[in-house]
């Protein structure tokens, strides 16, 4: 399992970079204005920073970039690294610069020279979310020693104590990570469980219903998608209880699809190992559920995540059995491989029934139409309210995941409808996205506020993203946290 790097904040001393070892970090504004440390370094290094700023081709370079001297002369540092950063700087572009700090000299022990910057915090967060790799089944990998990340700043206890509640939400952010690269002959179901029932050590409270629970709850739809499994299917709560005491939850809703074959409606064989990320809905509520105990947050919310793996057996579901939801409406199943809708009925109806929640919100890698319609940069955002959705789109514009909001309608919903059941589990290609949202949406209970997000391009892409190496992103558990500390936290 990854591990968020341990991040030190110190005193803002320039006369101590002569002395200074590993990787150093000051800052020049894209004018070329040094600070006080960057002075310091060009004198060491016989006016080496002037000669840099000084030349055409640093005007081409924006805030945010990072320009590297190699084994600088007058300093025992092995690399200098040259910040270029504004004055004033957003929080965005802060988390930007400190991610690119980390790509550029990765796994590197390094002091940042941050003199009076307001969003140092901001920037050691970026370098908490880009420090993250994933080699635990590298039998031959390299031991290196942890890199040390010092964060020199003249109100550096001030600082220290902004980052707290960031370094929570970037261990949540680290843990959705590690489980959605983790293979699924390790992550099976029962895995998947176990590592939930280890959060409990942080103060949530956690309850695992297992397959004969499931039944007598009625929970047909989730149980026809495992039946073909010989890992048996669960449903994990996590309950968090930070907030008044008898006050309504916000309820999480995840797909935990550990392995998706497709089922009897199998999928082409190209691509089909990247099915190990289907479970990555349920990854981002567990990673949130994590971040929100950790930084101990002022309010009431419940994850709940349904954990099957989609398998072809003789007991695997057929395209054109019906099966009943524990809401009691009937289902059709027509292709076996809109298998997450399944699962995720049955949850959301459970989630009401019991928690009676102020809001719901589902995340899924629900369909490849969204990554059509949308592509990597942005999670397919569908609403029944303006003012829940309009807070998360909000959330995630502050915390910098792509989010964009998708239509609704009674036409969609139409194309559901079947001959032999209530419904029909897909609409037919067109607007596939839509009709997966308006099947959701047939298990939210009139007036109770809800957002589906359609994970499906976002939650692991094939190349490194701002804050990500590639693989796994962990999208989601930023914007989600910023949602609680917006809407649903006390005072």
């Not at 190990?276 to 509520?285: L, R, S, W």
């Not at 209530?422 to 109770?448: E, H, W, Y």
């Amino acid at each position: 399992m990854s591990t968020v790097p341990a991040i030190r904040f110190a005193d803002y001393d320039p006369k101590a970079l002569s002395g200074m070892t590993g990787h150093v970090v000051v800052l020049v504004t894209p004018e070329g204005v040094m600070d006080q440390a960057a002075r310091s370094a060009n004198r060491l290094t016989k006016g080496a920073l002037a000669r840099l700023v000084a030349a055409p081709a640093f005007a081409k370079h924006k805030s945010g970039t990072v320009i590297t001297l190699s084994w600088p002369t007058g300093m025992a540092a092995e690399a200098l690294h040259v910040l270029v950063l504004s004055r004033r700087i957003t929080p965005i572009e802060a988390r930007q610069a400190g991610a690119k700090l980390v790509a550029a000299a990765p796994e590197q022990s390094m002091t940042v020279m941050t003199g009076s910057i307001p969003k140092a915090a901001e920037l050691a967060m970026g370098m908490a979310l880009r420090s993250y790799g994933f080699d635990n089944h590298k039998a031959l990998k390299e031991v290196k020693p942890a890199a040390e990340i010092t964060i020199a700043h003249k109100a550096f206890d001030e600082m220290a104590a902004a980052y707290a509640s960031l370094a929570a939400v970037a261990e949540g952010v680290h843990m959705t990570r590690d489980l959605v690269n983790e293979p699924a002959n390790v992550l099976t179901t029962v895995e998947f469980a176990r590592r939930i029932e280890e959060m409990s050590d942080i103060g949530l409270e956690i309850e695992i219903l297992d397959e004969a629970q499931l039944e007598e709850l009625g929970m047909g739809a989730l149980l026809c998608v495992g039946q073909g499994s010989d890992s048996p299917s669960k449903v994990a709560i996590m309950n968090w209880k930070g907030g008044s005491e008898g006050e309504a939850p916000l309820a999480l809703v995840g797909k935990g699809v550990v392995f998706d074959t497709g089922g009897i409606s199998l999928k082409p064989a190209a691509g089909m190992e990247d099915m190990t990320m289907d479970m990555g809905g349920a990854g981002v509520v567990v990673g949130t559920m994590k971040a929100l105990a950790l930084r101990k947050a002022r309010a009431n919310v419940v994850g709940l995540v349904g954990l099957v793996e989609n398998m072809p057996s003789g007991n695997a579901t057929r395209p054109g059995d019906v099966v009943k939801s524990m809401k009691g409406d009937t289902v059709e199943v027509i292709n076996t491989d809109a298998e997450g809708r399944l699962v995720l009925c049955d949850v959301l109806w459970y989630a009401q029934e019991r928690f009676n929640p102020c809001g719901v919100i589902d995340l899924a890698t629900l369909t490849g139409a969204v990554i059509i319609g949308l592509g990597h940069e942005n999670a397919g955002v569908f609403s029944n309210d303006d003012t829940l959705c309009n807070g998360f789109l909000k959330a995630a514009r502050a915390t910098d995941e792509g989010a964009w909001r998708m239509p609704l309608g009674q036409a969609y919903d139409d194309q559901l409808k079947s001959r032999i059941a209530d419904m029909k589990n897909v609409g037919g290609r067109p607007a596939g996205s839509i009709t997966a949202a308006q099947f959701l949406k047939r298990f939210i209970k009139d007036d109770m506020p809800w957002i589906h997000l359609d994970i499906a391009g976002v939650a692991s892409v094939k190349s490194a993203t701002s804050y990500a190496p590639k693989g796994a992103t962990g999208w989601g558990v930023m914007a989600l946290d910023r949602l609680v500390q917006d809407k649903f936290e006390s005072e």
